[in-house]
């Protein structure tokens, strides 16, 4: 049995079976989509779906699509209200994952981006944890390195970068570890296999800057939010040294998928004292709060799925 029985696919809702591509799709064999990476959690108390950053998600993905010369005929506002349809018709009452994919559907040879057709589709399953381990990670950096702005641009969510994601990976997990981190060229830490990183250091909270090679992740601003206003803490960006991690107090990852989750170990040594840290554990609350609606100055950070339904009723 399918967790999910529809898919917004070529401008309409159709059933999940009815949305499916050749095999000569000029994405399928040069990797040249973007694509965005949404959930949705479900609040019981409030009986609601609410999707996490929906606007951020789309310009995003708008912004993947102008590097990658995709020419999607849709605004933000209509992609926000797209996925919302699409939500309600599958009626979930469970957290969710929501993948938005901008894609070349040219049928056909040539390496190119311009003049050649666009598409774009959506579709959405219940998911729960990207990482089951909640005690923390054991990580290790990869002998791979993070592609570079001038290769592949890594601030974009584009497809075929995934490739070095997943050597990063199954690399680190087939070594026995949780996850990579993944350097750049220069040596510089950029990020981990589908997270990006903040460290803490004498209570000062630092990650990799936007020019490290990174995704621009939309939790790595929320958490930067949430740590300045809420804590008040002083956040850095900047370029970090491999060996600050080994230095560091407290280190954690965060992403739409991995959310905000703990690191206690990197190359066979502890993080500070291997255990989860203090202001980790305060910002996976507020993260909890924000993501779940229920931190009232946060509410405009999550946009319910089932509430306009429930009032033309
Ligand atoms: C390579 C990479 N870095 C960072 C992130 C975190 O980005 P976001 O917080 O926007 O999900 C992701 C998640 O999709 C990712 O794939």
Not at 137 to 158: E, F, G
Not at 291 to 298: E, G, L, N, V
Request: net charge negative.
């Amino acid at each position: 049995m399918t967790l999910n029985r529809y898919a917004f696919f070529n401008g309409e809702i159709v059933p999940i079976e009815n949305a499916k591509v050749s095999v000569m799709t000029h994405a399928l064999n040069y990797g040249t989509g973007c694509f965005e990476g949404i959930r949705a959690y479900w609040n019981n108390d409030a009986g609601e779906l609410y999707v996490f950053q929906l606007r951020a998600h789309y310009e995003r993905l708008l912004r993947s699509c102008k590097v990658l010369q995709i020419v999607l005929p849709y605004t933000v506002d209509a992609l926000c209200e797209t996925t919302l349809e699409l939500l309600r018709r599958e009626n979930f009452q469970s957290d969710v994952y929501i993948r938005p994919l901008a894609y070349k559907s040219f049928e056909g040879i040539g390496v190119r981006l311009h003049d050649i057709s666009d598409a774009f589709t959506i579709w959405a399953l219940p998911f729960g944890k990207y990482i089951e381990k909640s005690e923390g990670l054991r990580v290790a950096t990869s002998s791979w390195r993070r592609i570079d702005d001038n290769a592949i641009p890594a601030r974009i969510k584009a497809t075929g970068a995934y490739i070095n994601s997943a050597l990063a990976k199954s690399e680190a997990m087939q070594n026995g570890y949780d996850e990579a981190i993944v350097l750049t060229q220069d040596g510089h830490v950029s990020e981990g296999s589908a997270e990006n990183i903040f460290i803490v250091r004498n209570g000062v909270l630092h990650t990799p800057g936007l020019t490290d090679n990174i995704l621009e992740g939309i939790t790595r601003h929320v958490v930067s939010q949430l740590a300045t206003e809420e804590l008040g803490l002083t956040v850095v960006e900047r370029s970090l040294d491999r060996t600050e991690l080994y230095a560091a107090d407290e280190m954690f990852f965060c992403g739409t998928g991995v959310e905000v989750t703990p690191v206690v170990e990197i190359d066979r040594r502890p993080i500070g004292d291997g255990a989860i840290g203090p202001i980790f554990t305060q910002i996976k609350d507020l993260y909890y709060a924000a993501t779940h609606a229920t931190d009232p100055k946060r509410r405009e950070w999550c946009t319910p799925v089932y509430e306009v339904v429930a009032a033309e009723r």
